[in-house]
């Protein structure tokens, strides 16, 4: 087989070296010189040439491809970078050279397309963001403007106005206090407060918290039957009990009247918990599923505004439940249901 591989500066110098001593050694025997010095002289000038030539390639080439190397490490190079430089760069040959800056160059191709990644996403953000605040905001100044201009003096008309200006007012501040939690959370320096408690306990109080809610639309939550046996976790009670609010909070917004919430606790194995609330309300299509946890996602923008929505609820359990190092899923069928799930550990 052929050797595909460029030859080393050794054998390149010997390669040069071979064809001079063969060139003087045929022209020394045209001129009939006697055999020994012919040897003497094709041994002395294989040597000189070998030598020669891999000080000039080990000057100008290899200078060159340290260049490359220092300009693709960016950094001063470090004593160790010095000695691969010196010792063991010299070994390599072009293509080895070649491999490591091909694989430096996909290194950096990978870099570039996670940067213009995070960019576009920033941008979707800041327009989403931009959007969220504009409709409220906009709708107060509207209320306002009206009640100035006149509405004012119909005392029913600037009543209906003001609790429409007090809702938009409302939503602002969801919205700016789930931003405040999700960049919290992001910046990874909330702390965790992890404890043992019992999470049927915990779930019970969360539906005694929201029991207004679930009154309004006759909505029955209950704990699932055989799921009562209470299980002991290992988390942060307050965070879980953030993650189990905006979950039974979206069972009821996107529940149906007299619909059910139901919430079901299993032991999967000796270290963890899987969690679930499910309800029978309109559900999710499955288009909608991979991307529902994302912030500002919403399967349907105008209902969920309706209902006093952020669109970051989701976000913010996923980051929560995450930041414990558990995972957080959804099933869901259209006209039928959902069912949101995470684990949790048991110490
Ligand atoms: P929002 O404040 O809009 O409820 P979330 O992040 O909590 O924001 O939810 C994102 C979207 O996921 C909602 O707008 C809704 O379209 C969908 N969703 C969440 N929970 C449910 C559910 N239980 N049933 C149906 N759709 C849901």
């Known amino acids: 087989m052929f050797e595909t591989k460029s030859p080393s500066t050794n054998r390149i110098s010997f390669y040069i070296g071979t064809v001079v001593a063969i060139a003087v ?28 030539s891999r000080y000039i390639i080990n000057e100008f080439i290899n200078r060159k491809i340290k260049l490359i190397y220092k300009f693709i490490y960016q950094t001063k190079a470090s004593k160790r970078e010095e000695f691969y430089q010196n010792k063991v760069l010299p070994q390599k040959n072009l293509d080895e050279v070649g491999e490591e800056v091909l694989q430096w160059a996909d290194q950096r191709k990978a870099e570039m397309e996670m940067l213009e990644k995070n960019e576009a996403f920033r941008k979707e953000f800041l327009q989403n963001l931009s959007h969220e605040f504009k409709t409220p905001a906009f709708a107060i100044q509207g209320y306002l403007e009206t009640l100035i201009s006149g509405a004012m003096d119909n005392p029913e008309v600037s009543k209906k106005f003001l609790i429409n200006a007090y809702h938009n007012t409302e939503r602002l501040i ?12 992001e910046s990874g320096k909330q702390q965790m407060h992890l404890q043992h408690f019992i999470i049927q306990d915990l779930v019970t109080e969360v539906f005694d918290a929201l029991m207004i809610k679930t009154e309004s639309k006759n909505i029955q939550c209950r ?7 209470p299980i002991t976790v290992y988390a942060d009670k307050e965070k879980i009990r953030q993650v189990i609010t905006n979950l039974v909070d979206n069972a009821i917004k996107y529940g149906n009247q007299d619909g059910h919430v139901e919430a079901s606790i299993y032991k999967t194995d000796n270290q963890s918990v899987l969690f679930e609330i499910s309800d029978d309300g309109i559900g999710i299509a499955e288009e909608h599923l991979p991307r529902i946890f994302e912030r500002f996602y919403r ?3 105008g209902r969920s505004r309706n209902i006093g929505g952020t669109g970051l609820g989701l976000a913010i359990c996923k980051h929560i439940i995450e930041a414990h190092g558990q995972i957080i899923h959804v099933r869901s069928t259209p006209g039928i249901g959902t069912t949101f799930g995470f684990t949790l550990s048991r110490n």
């Open 174 to 185: 969801n919205l700016i206090s789930d931003l405040d939690e999700i960049t919290r959370l």
């Open 299 to 301: 399967t349907d923008y």
């Open 25 to 52: 050694t045929i022209l020394l025997i045209f001129l009939s010189v006697n055999k020994a010095l012919i040897t003497v002289a094709s041994i002395s000038i294989l040597l000189l040439t070998y030598f020669f």
């Open 223 to 229: 704990i699932k039957k055989g799921c009562e046996q």
